[in-house]
Each structure stands twice: as structure tokens, then as C-alpha cells.
């Protein structure tokens, strides 16, 4: 059992992955800015996955039946293994693919710099700001992978762990014959 439930977690994160990267691709191609105030659009895209691979092994491979302790090792190791294909995928994406997507990144996130720079300034000071506008041009695809791994091992942590438990349902107790 634990072997299916490893199989599942595994063809669900990968498939999470899969479909978040494409959505990301998506967004780009319609000029949106996948890493900026878009970056968190992916969230019901991957519960929605989550889920049926969650049914899928209760359907599938517990007869209709899932513990808790599955539902939510399920759907942890579901977060861990997307979290992972999709810092690959995207380091992949950015590096080789598609780097004007990280240059696009770049631009976006000077220009709204240098529009709010008197906000910045005003908080921060000068020498940060100066500091952190400089950094944006050193961003590489591996840096975009790292914070994409974190944020999606984070939030999929807990969307797992809560579906997990939303999709727990366990066999009735049976009562011994009454004499």
C-alpha cells in the first residue's frame, strides 16, 4: 500500500507541475508577468490537481477508504514532489527555454522600482534602494527556481495537508453481535 501511495504522490506532484508550468507559459504569453503580482494565480490549479489525485487513490486504491494519516501523508508528499518538479521545470524553462522570460522578469520589476522609488527611498533609504535595484539586474533562473521551490513546498504543505484531511474517510467501526 505504501508503494501506491508513493506511486500516487509522485504521478501527482509531476502532473501538478506540469500544469502550473503550462499555466505559467500561459500568463507570459498573454504579457502578463508570471513572477510578479500573477505569481501566486496558480494556487486553485494546483488543488484542483491535489484533489483528484487524492480521489484517485481513495477510488482507486482503498476501495473508497482514506485515513487521515494517508490523506495527509498523501498530500505532503504530493507538496514535496511538485514543489521539486516545478523548480526544475522552471530553471529549465528560464535557463534554456525561455531566458526572455527571466529578462521580461527583470524589466518589470526595475520599472516598478523606479516608479515607487520615492516610497523606497522614503522607507528604506537611499543606499538600499540603490542597492536592491542593482541586485534585480544579478537575478538568475536558479534564484527564480529557489524562490519558486520554497513558495510552492510552503503553501502546498499546508493546501495538501488540509485537503488531506477534507478528503479523510474511514470505514464504519463494526459492532460486536449483541447475545
Known amino acids: 500500500m505504501r508503494q501506491k501511495l508513493l506511486q500516487t504522490a509522485l504521478l501527482t506532484g509531476i502532473v501538478a507541475a ?8 500561459l500568463l507570459y504569453a498573454f504579457g502578463l508577468n508570471p513572477f510578479g503580482q500573477y505569481k501566486l494565480m496558480f494556487m486553485p490549479l494546483y488543488a484542483m490537481v491535489l ?3 487524492l480521489w484517485y487513490f481513495r477510488m482507486k486504491h482503498m476501495e473508497g477508504w482514506l485515513h487521515g494519516w494517508q490523506g495527509v501523508f498523501l498530500g505532503a508528499l504530493t507538496a514535496v514532489f511538485a514543489a521539486a518538479f516545478y523548480a526544475v521545470l522552471i530553471y529549465v524553462l528560464l535557463a534554456y527555454i525561455m531566458p526572455d522570460m527571466l529578462t521580461a522578469h527583470k524589466a ?4 516598478w522600482m523606479t516608479s515607487n522609488q ?3 527611498v522614503e522607507q528604506f533609504g537611499k543606499a538600499v534602494y540603490e542597492s536592491n535595484l542593482q541586485a534585480v539586474n544579478s537575478i538568475t533562473a536558479s534564484d527564480i527556481a529557489l524562490d519558486e521551490w520554497i513558495k ?3 503553501i502546498g504543505l499546508v ?3 488540509a485537503l488531506g484531511i477534507f478528503f479523510k474517510k474511514t470505514p464504519p467501526v463494526k459492532q460486536p453481535p449483541t447475545q
Open 18 to 25: 506540469l500544469v502550473i508550468c503550462l499555466f505559467l507559459i
Open 51 to 53: 484533489m483528484g489525485g
Open 108 to 111: 518589470n520589476l526595475t520599472k
Open 118 to 120: 520615492a516610497v523606497m
Open 152 to 154: 510552492m513546498a510552503a
Open 159 to 161: 493546501i495538501g495537508m
